[in-house]
Structure formats: structure tokens, C-alpha cells
């Protein structure tokens, strides 16, 4: 029995239509449709306030990941820490109570 290579090859792995063209030529088709839409009177434009409320629920569904929050969390901790070691080494001399300050040690 013989096989020939069409037969081979998995189902539905080709890319095929809109999905075989190159990228220039798809945005080039999507931008022809939504300026068809513009003209029709059909194009959906967001206003400040529905865009605003998007992007809440954007935050909103984030933050939702714990572990994500805490992760950005130490990260930013991790830099203002950097920030400040880097500041107190180009101070020079006065390292020592830049140091004493930034950990909270400087009492009065």
C-alpha cells in the first residue's frame, strides 16, 4: 500500500486563507474593514468613561492572582532597594547615614 505525503500530514495544521497571508497583507484586509465600519456608521469608539471602566476590570481580574500581585510587589520592592544602595555609593561620604536613614535607623 502506498502513501503519498498529502496523506501524511496531520489535519487541519495548514495554515489556510487570512491565516496563510503575511502580516502586511492581513493588517492591510483589517484595516480596509474598519474603515468600511467608520463609514457605515457602525464602528464601535470607546469614550473616556467606558474605557475607564474596561481598564478597571482589567485591574480588577489581575489582582484577583494573589501570587501575580505579590511577585510585582517584591519586584518594585527590589529596585527602590537597588535605588537606594546606588544612591548612598555615589553619595560617598555620606553613605553611612544614607545607609542608617534608608533602614530606618536614624533616630532623633
Not at 496563510?20 to 492581513?26: F, R
Request: cysteine-free; charged content about 30%; aromatic content about 2%.
Amino acid at each position: 500500500m502506498a502513501s503519498n505525503s498529502a496523506s501524511d500530514k496531520p489535519k487541519g495544521t495548514a495554515k489556510r486563507g487570512f491565516a496563510a497571508m503575511d502580516e502586511a497583507t492581513q493588517r492591510a484586509i483589517a484595516s480596509k474593514g474598519g474603515q468600511a465600519a467608520h463609514q457605515k456608521g457602525t464602528a464601535h469608539e470607546f469614550d473616556s468613561e467606558e474605557a475607564r471602566r474596561a481598564g478597571q476590570k482589567g485591574g480588577e481580574a489581575v489582582s484577583r492572582d494573589r501570587e501575580h500581585m505579590a511577585a510585582i510587589g517584591r519586584k518594585g520592592g527590589e529596585s527602590r532597594q537597588s535605588a537606594a544602595r546606588a544612591a548612598a555609593e555615589k553619595n560617598g561620604s555620606r553613605s553611612a547615614g544614607s545607609e542608617q536613614s534608608s533602614k530606618g535607623g536614624n533616630k532623633q
